[in-house]
C-alpha cells in the first residue's frame, strides 16, 4: 500500500492525473477524512497537554479544576474514538488504492496505450494453415477437455501421456535453468494461503472474487503469494539482499469476470501449474532488477526457440500493486497473435509496506521497506501451448524443442500412439 503521508501530498494529484487507474477509488473523500483526523489528533494532543499541566498542580484541586479535569476526560474520551474511527476508515480505503505508476510507465485508459518494447525471434512460415493448440493436442489424444469438464467442470484441462510428461519436463527445465544460471533459490511453499498473506501481496481485499476458498484457507492464485510472505514482519539482513526464490507450484484462480473470453483450450484455466521468480531489492536497485528478472524469463523462450515480445504496460492496464509491468508475449501461430506467457513486474515497497517486510541499510540506520518483484518464468501450460502451435508439422506431430529433449527420455516428437 502506499504511505499516508504519500497519499496526503499526492492524492489529488493522482486522481486528477490518472483518471484511468484511480477513478475506482474515492481519493476526494480520503483527503477530506485526513485532514479530519489531523485536526483531532491536534486537539487531543491539546488536550492531553492541558490535561497533563492540571495534574502537575501539587495544591488542592478547587472546584473550577476538578470541574475542568472532569470535561477534559470526556473530550479526550471522545477525541481517541474520533480518531481511531478516523484511522480504521483511512485503512480500508489505503487497503483499495492501486500503486503509483513510475515515470516510465506510458500513459493510457487501456491495453491500447501498452509499449511494444522488443520483439525477439521470427515466425516461422509454415507451407500449410497452422492449427490452434486445442485441436492439435486432441488429435495427438494428449488433451482432453470434454473429459476434464466432466470430472471438474469448464476451464479444466485433461493431459495425457507426452502431453502430462511435457508439463513436467518443461517445468523442470525452468526450474532448472533458473536455478543453475541465474541464481535462483528454489522453494516448495505451501499451496494454500491465510488471508494475512494474500493482504501483503494485494489480492485482499480488492480481489477476493478471484480467489478459491476452502474454511479458514484460500487456494493460491500463484507462487507470488506464499513466497513473497516467507519473509512478511521480518527485517532481513542488508547483505542477503537481493534475494532470489523460484518456485513451481499449481495455481488456482476464480476467473471471475473472464466469461465468453479463451473459453478453449489452456490459455484461461481454474487450475494451471507456473514456475514464479520472486525477488527482494534494495530501492535503489529494484528498476535493475526488474531488468534482469525479466531477461531470466525472456531466456526461457530464447532457450526453446519461441518467437515473443515484450511490452510495459500503460497506466490504465497495469496490475493493482505495480510500479511498472513488462508482460512477454508469445507468438502463436495457431492463433495468429502474440499472447502472454509471462508477466514481471516491480511492486516497490507498496507489497512489503503491506507485509511489513524491511531490511536495515547500516548497524546505525533505522530499517527500511524492501522492494519486491515477481515474474512469471514461465507460466508452464502456456509454454505448451506456444510450443504446440509453433512446432506442428503438416501431418499432425509436434517437434519437442532441443532443450526438453533430455526432460522427456530423449524423445524428440510427439506422435498419436
Not at 502506499?2 to 481519493?27: K, Q, S, T
Not at 494532543?45 to 476538578?66: D, H, Q, V, Y
Not at 510507465?105 to 516461422?124: F, I, L, M, Y
Request: aromatic letters at 8%; proline letters at 6%; a negative charge.
Amino acid at each position: 500500500m502506499l504511505a499516508r503521508a504519500f497519499l496526503r501530498e499526492h492524492a489529488a494529484r493522482l486522481a486528477a492525473e490518472m483518471p484511468e487507474r484511480y477513478a475506482g477509488v474515492d481519493l476526494a473523500s480520503y483527503t477530506e477524512l485526513e485532514a479530519r483526523r489531523r485536526d483531532a489528533v491536534t486537539r487531543l494532543e491539546a488536550k492531553r497537554s492541558r490535561r497533563n499541566e492540571l495534574t502537575a498542580i501539587r495544591e488542592k484541586p478547587s472546584p473550577e479544576r476538578i470541574a475542568e479535569m472532569k470535561a477534559l476526560k470526556e473530550e479526550i474520551r471522545s477525541l481517541e474514538e474520533e480518531t481511531a474511527s478516523a484511522d480504521s476508515a483511512l485503512a480500508e480505503i489505503e487497503a483499495r488504492v492501486p500503486n503509483a505508476p513510475d515515470a516510465s510507465v506510458p500513459r493510457g485508459k487501456d491495453e491500447s496505450a501498452n509499449r511494444e518494447e522488443r520483439r525477439v525471434g521470427t515466425p516461422r512460415p509454415f507451407a500449410f494453415a497452422p492449427k490452434p493448440h486445442w485441436e492439435i493436442g486432441e488429435a495427438l489424444g494428449i488433451l482432453d477437455f470434454d473429459r476434464a469438464a466432466k470430472i471438474a467442470g469448464a476451464r479444466f484441462s485433461l493431459q495425457f501421456g507426452a502431453g502430462a510428461a511435457l508439463e513436467r519436463a518443461l517445468a523442470a527445465f525452468m526450474l532448472d535453468l533458473h536455478t543453475r544460471e541465474h541464481g535462483y533459490t528454489e522453494v516448495l511453499p505451501p499451496f494454500m494461503v491465510n488471508a494475512d498473506s494474500l493482504f501483503g501481496t494485494g489480492q485482499l481485499p480488492k480481489f477476493e472474487e478471484e480467489l478459491f476458498r476452502a474454511g479458514d484457507y484460500y487456494l493460491i492464485p500463484t507462487a507470488e503469494v506464499p513466497v513473497t510472505n516467507i519473509h512478511r514482519d521480518e527485517v532481513v539482513e542488508a547483505s542477503r539482499l537481493p534475494i532470489r526464490y523460484v518456485a513451481g507450484t499449481p495455481c488456482f484462480r476464480a476467473e471471475a469476470g473472464a466469461a465468453g473470453r479463451d473459453t478453449r483450450g489452456l490459455i484461461r484455466l481454474h487450475q494451471f501449474d507456473k514456475v514464479e521468480l520472486v525477488c527482494f531489492s534494495r530501492p535503489e536497485e529494484s528498476f535493475d532488477a526488474l531488468e534482469r528478472l525479466t531477461g531470466h524469463a525472456e531466456e526461457v523462450l530464447r532457450r526453446l526457440g519461441l518467437p515473443y515480445r515484450v511490452v510495459s504496460l500503460s497506466t490504465g492496464d497495469l496490475g493493482f500493486g505495480s510500479a511498472k509491468t513488462y508482460d512477454i508475449e508469445v507468438w502463436l501461430p495457431g492463433q495468429d497473435t502474440y499472447r502472454e506467457i509471462s508477466s514481471c513486474s516491480n511492486f516497490t515497497d507498496f507489497q512489503a509496506r503491506r507485509a511489513n517486510i524491511r531490511f536495515r541499510p547500516s548497524e546505525s540506520e533505522k530499517p527500511e521497506f524492501v522492494h519486491t518483484l515477481n515474474g512469471s518464468g514461465l507460466a508452464v501450460g502456456r509454454t505448451i501451448v506456444a510450443i504446440l502451435e509453433n512446432y506442428q508439422r503438416e501431418d499432425g506431430s509436434v517437434e519437442i524443442p532441443a532443450p526438453l529433449a533430455p526432460y522427456m527420455g530423449g524423445s524428440t516428437e510427439i506422435r498419436r500412439g
